[in-house]
């Protein structure tokens, strides 16, 4: 199996002062807003397996900034059934053969957008992409290689945008897929086309750790009082943040992210802000220093994780046989072991189930 990779060089962790410099341009960039209180975006914050932050001159939102946009998109470009379905302007889709094009012909190069993720897709110490969701889909390609005797080549690409990532694979055609933790939901299955789950889901509800520790949601106006929302553009965890305002704390003021790494560098500033997170990437934070704190009462458990695909796609077969074989991939030792080798025994563990 021949694969090609696109990858971003690793950016080392800042020094304590070039950290303190960072907290203090988002303690500075806070601005007045008509009706509410509001914030600068942050700037944009490269991905490292050390939760590394490099701060950027302005924040880079490509595709969908509003909330709302990727809603928008569908509704613009949604069409009548057999008609031809044009991407929306700036998002570029792939194509692939499909399933039967490629058992046809025996050979098949098969695309795969990630999102960088520590531990899931990301480059190692020596330059080469893996993680847990790199490595399913070699494994995939693998699979696909000695049971249905065809001559698999993986191409991986990186898309730094959650939104235009989701957007490229939904229309997108044949043998694409996309890596990068996306929760099944029943909306998203109109959409798109979803692999067996692989892992489970915590979602943290979290602060710097000197905030005090909520006994109940409802302490959220007092406690978080002077806190500001992080809304995380395009995913479930802002629409978590927009259900907790509108039942907690109805004037909550709002700033707009579209990284991990702005999300945990504002928290862990200790400037005033607050959000939804991972539990992997709140996990690794802690075990890296930062000082943030898990809420309890607010996690959202209700979460399971797919491999996406185009909706008309047909490489659902092959991938329903991968989840299945030896009497389930995701319960047996091998997937074990992939999941402690790039997440570790603890981690691995809760995201399984056997801890809390």
Do not use: K
């Not at 490269?46 to 939760?51: G, K, N, V, W």
């Not at 909706?311 to 995701?330: C, I, K, N, V, Y």
Request: hydrophobic share 35%.
């Amino acid at each position: 199996m021949r694969q090609t990779e696109s990858t971003h060089p690793i950016l080392s962790p800042l020094s304590m002062g070039e950290r303190g410099a960072l907290r203090s341009e988002v303690a500075g960039a806070e601005f007045g807003g008509e009706g509410s209180r509001s914030r600068a975006p942050l700037p944009t914050l490269r991905s490292t397996p050390l939760l590394g932050l490099l701060p950027l001159a302005a924040l880079a939102l490509i595709g969908c900034e509003d909330p709302d946009d990727m809603d928008r998109l569908a509704a613009t470009h949604d069409v009548a059934a057999g008609a031809e379905v044009m991407a929306p302007d700036g998002i570029e889709p792939l194509s692939g053969p499909s399933f039967a094009q490629a058992q046809e012909a025996g050979a098949a190069e098969i695309h795969v957008l990630y999102v960088a993720s520590s531990g899931f897709a990301g480059t190692d110490d020596t330059g080469r992409l893996t993680g847990v969701t790199v490595e399913l889909l070699r494994e995939f390609g693998r699979f696909v290689e000695s049971e249905y005797g065809l001559d698999v080549s993986v191409r991986f690409q990186e898309e730094e945008h959650w939104p235009t990532f989701y957007q490229r694979v939904r229309y997108s055609e044949g043998g694409v897929f996309g890596i990068g933790n996306v929760t099944i939901t029943e909306p998203r299955r109109s959409e798109l086309n979803f692999s067996p789950p692989y892992l489970d889901n915590i979602a943290i509800l979290m602060t710097h750790e000197d905030v005090p520790e909520l006994a109940s949601m409802e302490e959220i106006p007092e406690t978080f009082g002077d806190l500001t929302g992080l809304m995380y553009t395009g995913t479930l965890h802002e629409t978590r943040m927009e259900d907790l305002r509108d039942r907690y704390f109805p004037d909550m003021p709002t700033m707009t992210i579209s990284t991990n790494d702005q999300l945990v560098g504002a928290v862990a500033s200790g400037d005033g802000y607050f959000g939804y997170i991972d539990v992997y990437n709140y996990w690794r934070a802690v075990e890296q220093g930062e000082p943030l704190r898990r809420h309890a009462v607010g996690d959202d458990a209700s979460e399971q994780f797919g491999i996406i695909m185009p909706h008309s796609s047909d490489w659902s077969e092959p991938m329903e046989a991968f989840f299945q074989r030896d009497g389930g991939l995701t319960g047996s030792q091998w997937y074990r072991d992939l999941l402690e080798e790039h997440l570790g025994e603890a981690l691995a563990s809760l995201l399984q189930g056997e801890g809390s």
